[in-house]
């Protein structure tokens, strides 16, 4: 089993920037397959934010390439939020996807964009 533990979010105003943060504690890291972040706004579904594999490569929801940025530092990850905008409020999860097979979500983290 594992609990991912997120960290940031909050409130900011249009063109700031935010950091959020995931640690996995009971994977090893051998087993990471993928780390991602998802988020959800109100009445939408969950959309993939951003990904990142083990071997570092990285993949982005087009809208926002060139503004956010996935990174890892080994079972510890992280997405850089720069030039937000109020589309990017949602509340956000990290996401693990063990090579094993299980996949575990955060709990979640409130991401608010004033304009």
């Known amino acids: 089993q594992e609990q991912l533990q997120e960290s940031g979010g909050g409130l900011v105003r249009a063109g700031g920037s935010l950091r959020l943060s995931c640690t996995a504690r009971r994977t090893i890291t051998s087993d990471i397959g993928t780390m991602a972040w998802y988020r959800q706004a109100p009445e939408k579904q969950r959309e993939l934010v951003a990904l990142i594999t083990g071997g570092g490569s990285t993949n982005y929801a087009e809208s926002v390439k060139g503004r956010f940025t996935i990174s890892r530092d080994g079972k510890k990850w992280s997405l850089q939020m720069n030039n937000l905008k109020p589309e990017d409020t949602a509340v956000y999860y990290c996401?693990?996807?063990?090579?094993?097979?299980?996949?575990?979500w955060g709990q979640g983290t409130q991401v608010t964009v004033t304009s």
């Open positions: 996401n693990l996807h063990r090579n094993s097979g299980s996949e575990y």
